[in-house]
């Protein structure tokens, strides 16, 4: 008989006493939540495959796989529907809060999991497909939206941003049921990564991994800073003050409730709502990639979020000129004159 799990009583709390709690306090497990569930789903991808190896994780405050372990960290708001408003009101959005993305997501530090488990990045044939993978990894990164030497995963073209990265991305498209990664890469160059992934998870999909631990790096229950501490942190990691050309352009159209007065509706909210129409209508008259054009109106929503851009344009017209700013930025972006993007 299933055990009914009790509503820990934080889940009624306002957000104000919520930032208050340590993670410690919060006293969440995997057992029982929709994590277990997507934990037994990639599980279950690598039985179906006949891997001796499989992944394990635990809960954390984000996503990461440290260098030393076979497993990976999942972060603490996907616990629990409460969380996840709390990080939605903060984040403005929940990284793995559906069910596709947070297996692609798992997928991708799964792979990190396994290099460690079988020290793949020592093999000279990846190192000379994906690089060193001792490369410092950089702050910030520009990528080629229009490259096709690399897979296209999760977003902002991560696999661009380290070897690494690259390695992970790669093994996380080759993983994914049903991805036809064939065909979906023939004729690109990234398809010689794909075929060396396949062609070494035959080799090892039977051995035993050289390596197996079951730490847990920072686990949830062992930390002591606050949800409010973590957001605060996490606020100033992604705030960018280097955007002037895309602040200028946004201004034009969206001024600052200083200029336009409180009165009107947020830009930010504005182009939410219409942010699948304008992607639509900008790839149909430019001809850009759909994906490039979503992750630029994307960074505008945060622009305008961070100046407090108002609407005082009428709907139709102020359609008009977010359509043109997204224009000239996506442009930019793929001709050089773009901001480098943070992950």
Partial sequence: MAVRRLRPRWAGYGDERLLELSFSELGLDLAGSTLRNRLDELQAEFQDRGFCFRPYAWLSSDWFTPDHLTGFAMPFYLAHPR?????????????????????????????????????????????????RAGSKYAANYTPDPTSRDFVLHLDYW???????????????????????????????????????????????????PAKRTRGQEDSLGRMDMTLGEYYERKHAVYSDDSSPALDGQLCRVFPRAGVAGTRFPRAATFLRRHR???VRSVAAATGQHRYLLD???????????????????????????AAIVLTSLSSQFLFGAHPIYRR
């Avoid at 947070?102 to 990190?112: D, G």
């Avoid at 994307?298 to 000129?321: F, H, N, T, W, Y």
């Fill in 158 to 208: 991560y696999s661009q941003s380290h070897p690494l990265e690259d390695w992970a991305e790669t093994f996380a498209v080759w993983l994914q049921p049903g991805s036809r990664w064939r065909t979906r890469y023939a004729g690109w160059p990234a398809i010689e990564k794909l075929e060396y992934v396949d062609a070494l998870m035959q080799e090892i999909v039977h051995k035993p």
């Fill in 276 to 278: 699948r129409a304008l």
């Fill in 295 to 321: 992750h630029v109106v994307r960074e505008m929503i945060e622009r305008c979020k961070s100046q407090d851009l108002r609407v005082s344009l009428g709907p139709r017209e102020a359609q008009v000129g």
């Fill in 83 to 131: 969380l996840m408003r709390l990080e939605r009101r903060q984040m403005l959005e929940v990284e793995g809060g559906t069910r596709a993305e947070c297996l692609k997501i798992m997928r991708h530090e799964t792979a990190h999991a396994m290099d460690n488990a079988y020290g793949l990045r020592r093999r000279k044939r990846w190192r000379e497909l994906f690089g």
